[in-house]
């Protein structure tokens, strides 16, 4: 079974781990549609802890209160451009800038909703930045851009 492009997440997906371990009954696809898939589209309220005590059979899984784990630390660490460092990013920034006024309404006299796909182009503008603070020579050809 292939994995869907368009929703990584779906119920279907799922039948594909039982055929990889090669479990039996789940295994068939004929059988996780009428055992699960069918159930599941039916709204059966029994079938969602079905799906969690066969996800935990064949997935290894420790949650945080099981383990011993050091405490979460931060750390900001501020780094100073060069000259040149600094001049590209503000190149990228003021890009980033005019696209996210752009896609938010800002400056034209009206205020839009940011929905899904604005955020994801605001989030891309935010790291190309990233990009261009950690791998500016990586991304730039020779002649700069």
Known sequence: MRASR???NKLEDFA???AFLRLKLYNERSKF?????APFKAADPDIVPKLRVLNNTITI???KDEIELPERTGEIVRLDFTREERR????FKKMAEARVQ???G???GQ???MGGKTMIYVLRSILQLRLVYTHEKCLLNNDGF
């Open 6 to 8: 368009e929703s990584p």
């Open 88 to 91: 590209v990013y503000n190149i």
């Open 102 to 104: 752009v896609l938010t």
């Open 61 to 63: 899984r420790r949650l």
């Open 16 to 18: 594909s781990r039982f």
């Open 106 to 108: 800002q400056g034209i």
């Open 111 to 113: 205020t839009r909703i």
């Open 33 to 37: 549609i009428q055992y699960i898939i």
